[in-house]
Protein backbone atom coordinates (compact mmCIF):
# COMPACT_ATOMS: atom_id res chain seq x y z
CA UNK A 1 0.00 0.00 0.00
CA UNK A 2 0.95 3.67 -0.97
CA UNK A 3 2.24 5.45 2.25
CA UNK A 4 1.89 9.65 2.02
CA UNK A 5 3.49 12.28 3.95
CA UNK A 6 1.29 15.47 3.58
CA UNK A 7 3.42 18.52 4.77
CA UNK A 8 3.13 22.46 3.94
CA UNK A 9 -0.11 23.43 6.28
CA UNK A 10 0.38 26.38 8.50
CA UNK A 11 -1.38 29.80 9.52
CA UNK A 12 -2.11 32.33 6.67
CA UNK A 13 -4.52 35.31 6.89
CA UNK A 14 -7.06 35.68 4.39
CA UNK A 15 -5.66 36.20 1.02
CA UNK A 16 -2.37 34.78 1.62
CA UNK A 17 -1.46 31.39 -0.19
CA UNK A 18 0.01 28.00 0.61
CA UNK A 19 1.78 25.03 -1.24
CA UNK A 20 1.31 21.72 0.44
CA UNK A 21 3.12 18.75 -0.68
CA UNK A 22 3.01 14.69 -0.61
CA UNK A 23 5.77 12.65 -0.84
CA UNK A 24 4.64 8.57 -1.85
CA UNK A 25 6.10 5.72 -1.35
CA UNK A 26 6.93 2.78 -3.56
CA UNK A 27 7.12 2.99 -7.67
CA UNK A 28 3.81 3.29 -8.55
CA UNK A 29 3.59 7.23 -8.23
CA UNK A 30 4.16 7.92 -11.59
CA UNK A 31 0.55 5.39 -13.20
CA UNK A 32 -1.58 6.23 -10.61
CA UNK A 33 -4.06 9.09 -10.42
CA UNK A 34 -4.00 11.18 -6.88
CA UNK A 35 -6.22 13.60 -5.74
CA UNK A 36 -6.27 16.31 -2.52
CA UNK A 37 -9.03 16.15 0.15
CA UNK A 38 -9.95 18.11 3.13
CA UNK A 39 -11.98 17.94 6.38
CA UNK A 40 -12.89 20.74 8.25
CA UNK A 41 -13.68 21.08 12.27
CA UNK A 42 -17.48 18.65 12.81
CA UNK A 43 -17.89 18.14 8.69
CA UNK A 44 -17.11 15.18 6.60
CA UNK A 45 -14.48 14.77 4.16
CA UNK A 46 -14.72 16.33 1.10
CA UNK A 47 -12.81 16.29 -2.56
CA UNK A 48 -10.54 19.09 -3.34
CA UNK A 49 -8.72 18.07 -6.67
CA UNK A 50 -7.30 15.42 -8.36
CA UNK A 51 -4.93 14.65 -11.37
CA UNK A 52 -4.49 11.71 -13.33
CA UNK A 53 -1.54 9.82 -14.05
CA UNK A 54 -1.28 11.88 -17.65
CA UNK A 55 -1.83 15.18 -15.62
CA UNK A 56 -5.40 15.47 -16.30
CA UNK A 57 -7.45 17.63 -13.74
CA UNK A 58 -10.35 18.69 -12.11
CA UNK A 59 -11.31 20.93 -9.22
CA UNK A 60 -14.24 21.37 -6.61
CA UNK A 61 -15.97 24.17 -7.36
CA UNK A 62 -14.80 25.94 -3.97
CA UNK A 63 -11.98 26.19 -5.09
CA UNK A 64 -11.90 26.25 -8.99
CA UNK A 65 -9.68 29.24 -10.07
CA UNK A 66 -7.47 29.41 -6.94
CA UNK A 67 -5.75 26.15 -6.24
CA UNK A 68 -3.56 24.11 -8.55
CA UNK A 69 -3.13 20.41 -8.63
CA UNK A 70 0.58 19.19 -10.16
CA UNK A 71 2.48 16.12 -10.16
CA UNK A 72 6.48 15.45 -10.05
CA UNK A 73 6.37 12.03 -11.19
CA UNK A 74 10.36 12.14 -10.87
CA UNK A 75 9.97 12.81 -6.96
CA UNK A 76 6.84 10.77 -6.30
CA UNK A 77 5.73 14.38 -5.56
CA UNK A 78 2.08 15.69 -5.58
CA UNK A 79 1.22 19.78 -4.96
CA UNK A 80 -1.78 21.40 -3.98
CA UNK A 81 -0.91 25.59 -4.51
CA UNK A 82 -3.93 27.63 -2.92
CA UNK A 83 -4.15 31.05 -3.71
CA UNK A 84 -6.72 34.04 -2.76
CA UNK A 85 -7.33 31.87 0.78
CA UNK A 86 -10.76 32.13 2.67
CA UNK A 87 -11.97 31.21 6.42
CA UNK A 88 -13.72 28.43 4.79
CA UNK A 89 -10.71 26.83 3.34
CA UNK A 90 -9.44 26.32 7.48
CA UNK A 91 -9.32 22.13 7.25
CA UNK A 92 -6.96 19.67 7.24
CA UNK A 93 -6.16 18.48 3.96
CA UNK A 94 -5.20 14.77 3.04
CA UNK A 95 -3.57 13.45 -0.40
CA UNK A 96 -5.35 10.13 -1.68
CA UNK A 97 -4.38 7.33 -4.08
CA UNK A 98 -7.98 8.24 -6.47
CA UNK A 99 -9.40 5.07 -8.35
CA UNK A 100 -13.00 4.36 -9.83
CA UNK A 101 -14.44 3.31 -6.32
CA UNK A 102 -13.24 6.15 -4.44
CA UNK A 103 -10.10 7.88 -2.88
CA UNK A 104 -7.46 5.71 -0.46
CA UNK A 105 -5.79 7.69 2.29
CA UNK A 106 -2.42 6.53 3.76
CA UNK A 107 -0.99 10.20 5.52
CA UNK A 108 -1.97 12.21 8.65
CA UNK A 109 -2.80 15.25 6.62
CA UNK A 110 -1.74 18.53 6.96
CA UNK A 111 -3.61 21.50 8.86
CA UNK A 112 -4.52 24.82 7.10
CA UNK A 113 -5.72 27.54 9.10
CA UNK A 114 -6.98 30.80 7.04
CA UNK A 115 -7.55 33.59 9.41
CA UNK A 116 -10.12 36.46 8.52
Known amino acids: QVQFVESGGGLVQSGGSLRLSCAAS????????MGWYRQAPGKQREFVAR???????NYADSVKGRFTISRDNAKNTLYLEMNSLKPEDTAVYYC??????????GGQGTQVTVSS
Open 26 to 33: GNIFSNIA
Open 96 to 105: ARVRSWGPTF
Open 51 to 57: ISSGGIT
